[in-house]
């Protein structure tokens, strides 16, 4: 039986048939919310405005390690990671001290540092640092602190190391939540849009009632049978350059109800935006007890053929502008081909030699964030590399 291997790096990852197999970590809620700063909510202090969480499931029958994770932050429409953070259990919850694992069926909490509700501060496993705190040996800070003060127009994505250790050389993404590259806008000229969309199956009543899921002033939770992350950058909610903002059709734009549905609201569907910011619940923050996914044994390591046929093979410039090169050193190449969400390809045939260098010619490609996919000659191996054209 033939192996295949696919990886992209430098970003987003796929291993294997993972995703539908439950042999990875994701996340299972996302909580933005509206909440005002200096207003008690019933914490003990008043809210800093600051009322956000993520939550990560375990879907595999393994208990596994946290150490190689993280959570980054690309905001704003970036392709460079603004905040990234080690996954690491600070708030002690159902384990024992100092044991940064994840049981079997079980879920992790990262909370805003700044998080005062009752039922945030109690679910959490750990608040992240302080926003912009720098790295130090004190702290899990891998790249600017706090990826938990996000809102709802940036791109939050799980992060694996291969190397066992969070920030220690190349990190691979096994799960993402919104677009790298793109800033959903809210209205003409206008920013502070956020990731959103509808699902039929959402839909109730005669007329059906639509129900609108969104990444801002929402708690929302992973559908029952998702069971593994988002591992390659989807299509641009929006259609780019589009002002005011038009809702992409293609088949692999964005939509963030096809996997979440919104258990609370902060600002409900016929409020006109006159909603109780108080109302929004966060009650099923430290669980993921609806799970109808496949439970699966941990893929613990990235294949050695997988980590050393990415190893061997370099896009740079990166930015790049008019050209690219591929340097192939050990490694035999058969296609290259430089991808984006649009369909805009170019392509450059190897010739398998092991020792190589090719020429892409990207001067007729947008600005933007572009993939190079990388085949070996014996089409057993697949890679996949981050390339910004400017």
Not at 69 to 89: I, K, M, P
Not at 207 to 226: C, E, K, L, M, W
Request: aromatic residues 8%; charged residues 10%; hydrophobic residues 35%.
């Amino acid at each position: 039986m033939n192996k295949h291997y696919l990886l992209l790096s430098a970003g987003l990852l796929l291993s294997g048939a993972a995703h539908a197999q439950g042999t990875e970590l994701f996340f299972s809620e996302y909580d933005e919310g509206a909440h005002q700063s200096n207003v008690s909510y019933g914490g003990a202090t008043p809210s800093s405005g600051n009322e956000r969480a993520l939550e990560i499931y375990n879907p595999t029958t393994s208990v596994v390690n946290l150490n190689p994770y993280s959570v980054r932050r690309y905001s704003n429409g970036s392709t460079s990671v603004f905040q990234e953070e080690a996954v690491f259990r600070s708030n002690q919850q159902h384990v024992a001290v100092g044991n940064n694992t994840m049981n079997p069926r079980s879920t992790f909490v990262i909370a805003c540092g700044q998080a005062t509700l009752p039922s945030i501060v109690s679910a959490a496993n750990q608040f992240c640092a302080d926003y912009a705190l720098a790295p130090a040996s004190t702290n899990k800070v891998i790249v600017g602190g706090g990826p938990i003060y996000f809102s709802g127009d940036d791109a939050m994505t799980l992060v694996r190391y291969p190397s066992g250790t969070a920030g220690v050389g190349p990190g691979v993404i096994v799960d993402l939540i919104g677009v790298i590259g793109e800033q959903p806008l809210l209205a003409a000229g206008g920013t502070g849009g956020n990731w959103s969309g509808f699902n039929p199956i959402d839909d109730t009543g005669t007329p059906p009632v639509h129900v609108y899921v969104a990444a801002a002033n929402q708690s929302i939770v992973r559908r029952p049978s998702v069971s593994g992350g988002v591992r390659t950058n989807p299509g641009p909610q929006n259609v780019p350059g589009s002002n005011p903002p038009v809702r992409s059709t293609a088949p692999d734009a964005y939509n963030i109800a096809t996997e979440w549905s919104v258990y609370s609201y902060a600002f409900p569907p016929g409020t006109t935006g006159n909603g109780s910011v108080g109302a929004q619940l966060y009650d099923q923050l430290g669980q993921h007890i609806d799970y109808t996914g496949p439970f699966g044994a941990y893929q613990t390591t990235i294949t050695g053929t997988l980590a050393k046929f990415d190893a061997n093979i370099s896009v740079y410039p990166n930015p790049a502008h008019g050209q690219a090169t591929v340097e192939i050193k050990d490694a035999k190449v058969g296609t290259v081909t430089v991808l984006n969400n649009l369909g805009q390809r170019i392509s450059a045939q190897a010739k398998g030699a092991g020792q190589e260098k090719l020429t892409l010619d990207v001067s007729s490609l947008k600005p933007g964030l572009y993939f190079v996919q990388i085949w070996s000659a014996d089409g057993q191996t697949k890679i996949y590399k981050e390339l910004v054209v400017q």
